[in-house]
């Protein structure tokens, strides 16, 4: 498959790239031969499926676990009364 420059201008417009010269050559080298293996895996006879195709989501049961906030935050630097001291986010300058 011979790909031309205007081709992969369009590519990379679609994708939203910014490509140089350099790189449209390179892309216009590189490009036909990964097509071509694209297209070769649509030969490919699949019969059955084995345990590595099972994508089923296994989530552990929620469980209820203790929580002690207070003491957590009572461990962290600039803490007083269950309060946390952070630096400030903006600046007033």
Known sequence: MELTTSDIEHLAKLARLSISENEIEKYKQDLPAILDYLGS?????????????????????????????????????????????????????
């Open 41 to 93: 895996l649509s030969v490919v006879t699949v019969t059955s499926e084995d345990e590595t195709t099972d994508q089923t989501l296994r989530l552990r049961p929620d469980q209820v676990e203790p929580f002690d906030g207070p003491f957590l935050i009572d461990q962290l630097p600039g803490s007083a009364e269950r309060l946390l001291s952070v630096p400030p986010v903006f600046n007033n300058d």
